[in-house]
C-alpha cells in the first residue's frame, strides 16, 4: 500500500460509515408507517446489543466494561441519545429524509452554543458568524413566513441538540476508553426509556417477520458504521474528516429520492448548502485555533 493510498483510507472508512448509518435509518424510515416511534427505536438497539456482544472482543472485550471510570458520563450520554434518536424517529415519520439530515446536521452550531452557555467557552467573531449564517440555512429550510411550520422539523432540530451534548460528553470522556464502553453503557439508558414507552403508553405492537428482519439488519448496519467510523478517525486526520459529516445530507437524499420518492425542495437545497458552508467553515476555524494553541499554527 502506497503513502497517498495509505492516507486516502481513512476517508473512504469515514464515507461508507456515515453511508452505513444512512442506509440503517433508510431501514427505519421504510417501516415507520406502521408502528408508534417506540417499536421502531426499539428492536434495532436489541439487535444492535446482541451484535455488540457477539462482536465484543473487537470493541474492547466484555472486561472493559468493568473498568470503566467514566459510568456517569456514560449514562448522560445516554441521555443525550434517547433524546435525539426519538427526534429522528419522530421527524423520518413526517418529513423527508433531506430536510431531517439538514436539520440534524446542524450539532456543530449547538456544540458552540453548548460551550458558550454552559463550559463558559469564550469563542471569537468568526465562529459567531458561522453560527447566525448557519441558523439562517435553517430558517430557510423552515420557512417560517409560511405560517404553516410542521413540528417534526423540531424533532429533526432536537435530535441535533441531542448529537451535541453526545458529542460533548464524548470529548469530555476522551479517546482513551474503549469503544465497547463508548457505545454499551449509553445505549442502555434509550433502550429502557423506548421499553417503557412500549410498555406504558402504546402498548406492545406484533411486528411482522419481513419488517423485523429490517430491524435486525438495521441495528447489525449501525455496528458495522460504528467500526469503520471508529477506525477512520483512528488512523486518519480528525480535522479532515470531520467535515465528511455533511455526507450524510448527499446520501440521505439520494436514497430518499430513489426509495421513498421524496423530491428535495428547492428551499431545502438552499439551506442545506448554507448550513454545509457555515458548519465546515466552523469546524475548520475550531481545529485552526486548537492547533494554534499548540503552537502547529503560527500566529498570524
Known amino acids: 500500500m502506497t503513502p497517498h493510498t495509505k492516507s486516502f483510507t ?10 452505513c448509518f444512512n442506509i440503517a435509518d433508510a431501514f427505519l424510515n421504510a417501516v415507520v408507517d406502521h408502528y408508534h416511534f417506540g417499536s421502531v427505536g426499539f428492536y434495532p438497539l436489541i439487535s444492535y446489543l446482541i451484535c455488540i456482544f457477539i462482536f465484543s472482543k473487537k470493541v474492547g472485550g466484555i472486561q472493559s466494561l468493568k473498568k470503566t471510570k467514566y459510568i456517569k458520563l456514560h449514562l448522560w450520554r445516554g441521555v443525550f441519545n434517547t433524546v435525539g434518536f426519538i427526534g429522528f424517529l419522530i421527524a ?11 436539520l440534524i446536521l446542524t450539532s456543530p452550531f449547538w456544540v458552540a452554543l453548548i460551550s458558550i452557555f454552559f463550559l463558559k467557552k ?10 447566525i449564517i448557519g441558523f439562517v440555512g435553517v430558517l430557510v429550510v423552515l420557512q417560517p413566513s409560511t405560517g404553516s411550520v410542521h ?10 441538540i441531542g448529537a451535541a451534548g453526545s458529542m460533548l460528553i464524548a470529548r469530555r470522556i476522551g479517546e482513551h476508553e474503549p469503544l465497547i464502553n463508548m457505545v454499551f453503557f449509553p445505549l442502555l439508558v434509550p433502550i429502557v426509556t423506548l421499553f417503557l414507552i412500549n ?5 406492545w405492537e406484533p411486528v411482522t417477520f419481513d419488517h423485523m428482519i429490517l430491524f435486525a439488519a438495521s441495528g447489525v448496519i449501525f455496528l458495522i458504521a460504528d467500526f469503520l467510523f471508529s477506525k477512520g478517525f483512528a488512523t486518519g486526520e480528525t480535522d479532515f ?3 465528511l459529516h455533511y455526507s450524510q445530507i448527499v446520501w440521505g437524499t439520494l436514497i430518499g429520492f430513489f426509495f421513498f420518492n421524496e423530491m428535495p425542495e428547492v428551499w431545502t437545497i438552499i439551506g442545506a448548502v448554507i448550513i454545509v458552508l457555515s458548519g465546515v467553515y466552523l469546524i475548520a476555524r ?3 485555533l486548537k492547533k494554534k494553541a499548540e503552537n502547529v499554527v503560527p500566529s498570524s
Open 286 to 288: 475550531e481545529n485552526y
Open 241 to 243: 474528516l470531520a467535515p
Open 10 to 19: 481513512p476517508v473512504i472508512l469515514v464515507l461508507v460509515a456515515f453511508l
Open 122 to 131: 469564550k469563542i471569537g467573531w468568526h465562529r459567531w458568524l458561522a453560527i
Open 199 to 203: 410498555i406504558l403508553w402504546k402498548g
Open 92 to 102: 423520518i415519520a413526517y418529513i423527508s429524509l433531506a430536510q431531517t439530515y439538514t
Open 151 to 160: 413540528p417534526a422539523f423540531f424533532a429533526a432540530i432536537t435530535c441535533g
